[in-house]
């Protein structure tokens, strides 16, 4: 009986302690970025470099295309001070943009310039990866043909096991086939978006390397579009209010879907890869990890547009950018 007595003192002790929060409470910002809605990052910000213009390559009027990319390793800049030891297509992150039409012939070589196996994978191509997917070896190179018969925008990156290791390191790109018939005259864009995820470092000047426990987690310290954390805020894109605008947006991940939204606008049309009934009047749109859209929108006044992932956590590590339609006035300078 005392054991019980005893028993029912010590929980009731414990019943009156003040609960402990389990973790400290987010409090609301007393500042922003930018002075607008959504500015999830500084507009018109020069020390932010802009590493990759935003613009689509023309339509092509060649039937074949004779295409050579070297797979280098080299040091690229995510945000002001943070530098990766990337590993790339032609140096950069992403890889060159690829535009051929349905029926053209594509003439691919690979050469492996870096110190380790790589690969390449092309989404647009219907081939065999034992024959043309192949682990080319350092100083060695790899060649096939193949021919695009269903039109949209795709992506290509190294298929090298770990293949989550290559694509967290920058080997990806995008492809657009586009329609016999051309798709109506449009300021064509293409979006790249992607994740780094940065190990911890003792040294801040040096370039940062990968941390695979993080991207296992699917804990990214950025989430950009074409390479660079928030560079279209810091410049933002120039449009004519009125255009049909038409983004060509692909997600390397390796993990995180990309909830395509274009703020103050809907998207007149969304082409899931390009192939197919478009579907119309759209709000937002997941891009899946390895899948590619192409969205069509105008802009209804002169204004600042955001433009972002509505996964908001993923906005806030760096995937936003803007578009300036005209010259609106007391929008810049924040």
């Given at each position: 009986m005392k054991r019980h007595v005893a028993l029912v003192v010590l929980l009731a002790a414990c019943t009156r302690q003040p609960a402990v929060p389990l973790q400290t409470p987010v409090k609301p910002a007393s500042t922003s970025p930018a002075s607008m809605s959504h500015g999830e990052a500084r507009i018109d910000n020069p020390a932010v470099p802009l590493e990759r213009a935003a613009d689509a390559p023309p339509r092509s009027t060649s039937r074949l295309?004779?295409?050579?990319?070297?797979?280098?390793?080299?040091?690229?800049?995510?945000?002001?001070?943070?530098?990766?030891?990337?590993?790339?297509?032609?140096?950069?992150?992403?890889?060159?943009?690829?535009?051929?039409?349905?029926?053209?012939?594509?003439?691919?070589t690979l050469v492996n310039g870096a110190p380790m196996?790589?690969?390449?994978?092309?989404?647009a191509a219907e081939i065999a990866p034992s024959r043309a997917y192949i682990n080319v070896?350092?100083?060695?190179?790899?060649?096939?043909?193949?021919?695009?018969?269903?039109?949209?925008?795709?992506?290509?990156?190294?298929?090298?096991a770990p293949v989550a290791l290559?694509?967290?390191?920058?080997?990806?790109?995008?492809?657009?086939?586009?329609?016999?018939?051309?798709?109506?005259?449009?300021?064509?864009?293409v979006l790249v978006q992607n994740e780094f995820y940065l190990a911890p470092t003792k040294d801040s000047t040096r370039p940062r390397t990968l941390d695979w426990q993080k991207m296992l987690d699917l804990a990214p310290d950025y989430v950009v579009f074409n390479g660079g954390s928030g560079q279209y805020a810091?410049?933002?894109?120039?449009?004519?209010?009125?255009?049909?605008?038409?983004?060509?947006?692909?997600?390397?991940?390796?993990?995180?879907?990309?909830?395509?939204?274009?703020?103050?606008?809907?998207?007149?049309r969304v082409f899931e890869d390009g192939?197919?009934?478009?579907?119309?009047?759209?709000?937002?749109?997941?891009?899946?990890?390895g899948g590619g859209m192409i969205f069509e929108a105008r802009l209804a006044e002169?204004?600042?547009?955001?433009?972002?992932?509505?996964?908001?956590?993923?906005?806030?590590?760096?995937?936003?950018?803007?578009?300036?339609?005209?010259?609106?006035a007391g929008t810049t300078g924040h």
């Open positions: 295309h004779v295409i050579r990319l070297r797979t280098v390793h080299v040091d690229h800049v995510i945000a002001p001070g943070v530098t990766y030891q990337a590993w790339t297509f032609d140096s950069v992150v992403p890889a060159p943009t690829i535009r051929v039409t349905v029926g053209d012939t594509v003439d691919f196996m790589h690969s390449i994978d092309f989404h070896m350092p100083k060695d190179s790899v060649h096939f043909r193949f021919v695009p018969r269903v039109p949209g925008v795709f992506m290509y990156h190294c298929g090298t290559h694509i967290s390191n920058g080997m990806f790109g995008a492809l657009i086939v586009d329609p016999v018939v051309p798709r109506p005259t449009a300021r064509e864009f810091a410049h933002p894109i120039q449009v004519n209010p009125g255009e049909l605008l038409r983004f060509y947006v692909v997600d390397a991940g390796p993990n995180r879907v990309s909830s395509f939204h274009l703020v103050g606008a809907i998207f007149e192939f197919g009934p478009a579907k119309l009047g759209v709000q937002t749109v997941s891009v899946p990890v002169p204004g600042l547009y955001p433009f972002v992932s509505h996964a908001f956590a993923d906005a806030t590590k760096g995937a936003v950018g803007i578009l300036r339609a005209g010259n609106p």
